[in-house]
């Protein structure tokens, strides 16, 4: 995912992109915890997809508390 895709959506859709990617993560660290995780690079991606929607999402939180 591409951080400037990201900043093209609003913070609706950041928001349930956030939740579907927590989502994901919850049913990796099952897939792991049970033996059945086959390609574990996938947690460190979605790690990074979630910390990078929280980061966008608090980019335009900050603007937008400085616009008013």
Do not use: H, S, W, Y
């Amino acid at each position: 995912m591409d951080a400037k895709e990201l900043r093209d959506k609003t913070p609706d859709q950041l928001r349930d992109e956030l939740a579907n990617l927590k989502k994901e993560a919850f049913n990796l660290r099952f897939q792991q915890a049970t033996g059945q995780l086959e390609n574990t690079a996938r947690m460190r991606a979605v790690k990074r997809d979630a910390a990078r929607v929280k980061t966008i999402l608090n980019e335009k939180a900050a603007a937008a508390a400085q616009e008013a």
